[in-house]
């Protein structure tokens, strides 16, 4: 049996130093998927009336297809394309976003998914402001939530334009920028025309997709080892150029030097999930509280078995490619996943991959997209700006208009961030929502005491801290991957700013309520929403009226 294996390696190997990439074919696999995905969008669009069709879906999806349209939505780039590269350049270390990432979906599913679903409507604002004033605490969560979804955005985009430079064998800087636009226009056409239901069922095709692709190249790289864990470790640490080689098996290679930026990371990996309002967002999605649980413990299945499944892709990856030839193409660390399609099954696979990469990108920007959308038109615009007083269509159309401006806004930071590891800034997105967001979640949800000073203090000085901390950080100033490459030296020493600012949020929203006047918020609307979201009594008619 070994030496068969051995033979299938040596072919494999032979027919691997002659397999180029086919930018013709990839655009060509990738535009039939464009072509499908927009069929899908337009179909699903017809019945967008008002704005629970816009930003709800007008809650007609199951529990089982929610959750794989929340698969669709979490699985993003970083998922595949980030923690693929860093776990084939880092090994273990790497492989730590996965866990992080996977055991965040506890403490969503056990502290605030149901919950959020019986007291909210459209957006996170809905929740945060039911028991307090609404103008104050719901332009602090508007802006929370666009500050979490640029930052998500900006990721998506770092990988769009690394993928498809790749596919395309595009190397300076002006083509990928050419690449990013691309993507943000269509993005913004997928948001225009469809609103959540069309995103829905792109991301429900999508997590179909990268689910079945994950699998089919994981049982492949485990076929080519003899399915011997062991084969492919000793493959990837062959093909280390880390010193000494087998480093990338153990912990430290990449935090080894300041274990408080991992404690950090894994802070806000943990804690951000509950924060991230366009996974929030899809929980309005579904007709009864059952659903949302339902889809949520269905999210985690699928979730999870991904992740598990990206150890093997990442390693096999590392054996198989090798970091400096990962570190070398278009996309940097991104491209490790492709190049694995592009050594297993050359480019028809490549070509596949790269659509279902693809996919991933366009089904989670626009999901983040009408995210942002809807916090500004409903939260800002007809709750802060008009009181409650828009005409039936004022909303959707203020929505759709920002859509084309949030568009414009990532294409511009997408092009900023080209290089920079995906995976690596999700991380801060996921800071922004655990520090900005989850603290005042949580006390809204679980603390009767919790005032509006309390949640504005939250959110503002969550949001700020995160943010400041990270323009101080070796993400921008002093290193070779910094936005500002080997410029000026960081002030701050962690790239990840959740050890300061999440502990910082959920003080100030504690200090904004213990300081309020006693008796300033209404004991009444507070016990409503307790019974509301624990029984989810009298939800149904409030959340669709």
């Known amino acids: 049996m070994n030496e068969i294996f051995a033979n299938i390696n040596a072919a494999l190997a032979a027919a691997n130093t002659t397999v180029e990439n086919n930018p013709v074919l990839n655009i060509s696999i990738f535009g039939a998927f464009v072509a499908v995905t927009l069929f899908i969008v337009i ?4 019945n967008n009336k008002t704005a629970a069709d816009y930003y709800a879906a007008g809650r007609s999806f199951t529990g089982p297809q929610n959750g794989f349209a929340i698969a669709g939505d979490y699985l993003s780039a970083a998922s595949f394309l980030g923690i693929c590269g860093a776990i084939a350049i880092n090994g273990y270390d790497g492989f730590l976003y996965s866990i992080g990432f996977l055991v965040a979906w506890l403490v969503a599913l056990l502290l605030v998914a149901e919950l959020m679903r019986n007291t909210g409507k459209f957006t996170m604002a809905d929740v945060l402001s039911f028991r307090l004033k609404q103008g104050p605490v719901r332009m602090a969560a508007a802006i929370t939530t666009l500050a979490v979804c640029f930052f998500y955005l900006l990721a998506q985009m770092a990988g769009a334009g690394g993928l498809v430079s790749l596919l395309l064998g595009i190397t300076e800087q002006l083509g990928q920028s050419i690449v990013v636009a691309v993507v943000g226009v269509l993005m913004i056409v997928y948001v225009l025309v469809g609103g959540m239901k069309g995103t829905t069922w792109v991301q429900i095709v999508k997590a179909f997709l990268l689910i079945g692709g994950a699998i089919v190249m994981t049982i ?133 991959i790269s659509a279902v990469a ?46 084309v401006v949030i568009g414009v806004l990532a294409i511009l930071g997408g092009i900023g961030v080209q290089g920079q590891n995906v995976a690596f800034l999700v991380a ?11 603290p005042t979640i949580i006390y809204s949800l679980f603390w009767r005491r919790f ?76 016990a409503e929403m307790d019974v509301r979201s624990l029984t989810g009594h009298g939800a149904e008619k409030a959340v669709d009226h």
Do not use: C
């Not at 626009?366 to 828009?390: C, E, Q, R």
């Not at 801060?428 to 989850?438: D, E, H, P």
């Open 451 to 526: 005032t509006t000073r309390g949640a504005v203090w939250s959110m503002y000085g969550g949001l700020a801290a995160a943010l400041i901390l990270i323009v101080l950080s070796p993400v921008f100033w002093g290193t070779e991957t910094s936005v500002f490459k080997n410029t000026g030296t960081a002030i701050w020493p962690l790239n990840n700013p959740g050890i300061v600012s999440i502990p910082l949020g959920f003080f100030l929203g504690w200090l904004g309520s213990v300081t309020s006047r006693r008796g300033s918020e209404d004991p009444v609307k507070a």
């Open 43 to 46: 179909r699903a669009s017809r």
């Open 220 to 352: 492949w790289v485990l076929a080519i080892n003899g399915f011997n864990l062991n084969t492919l470790l000793e493959g990837a640490v062959a093909a280390s150029t880390t010193d000494p080689k087998d480093a990338i098996l153990g912990p430290g290679l990449q935090y080894g030097k300041n274990p408080w930026d991992f404690i950090s990371l894994a802070l806000a990996l943990v804690l951000g999930t509950a924060g991230l309002p366009h996974v929030l967002m899809r929980f309005y999605t579904v007709p009864t509280a059952k659903e949302a649980r339902r889809s949520v413990v269905w999210a985690i299945w699928l979730i999870g078995l991904f992740y598990l499944l990206t150890l093997v892709l990442g390693y096999g990856a590392g054996a198989l490619v090798g970091p400096a030839e990962i570190a070398a193409a278009p996309g940097g660390v991104n491209s490790a996943a492709p190049l694995l399609a592009l050594h297993l099954g050359g480019p028809i696979l490549l070509g596949f």
């Open 358 to 403: 693809f996919a991933t990108i366009l089904a989670v920007v626009a999901g983040l997209t009408i995210t942002a959308a809807a916090s500004f038109a409903h939260d800002i615009y007809a709750n802060v700006v008009k009181k409650g007083n828009v005409p039936a269509d004022g909303e959707v159309k203020v929505a759709r208009r920002t859509v």
């Open 428 to 438: 801060l997105a996921f800071a922004v929502a655990a520090s900005a967001n989850l």
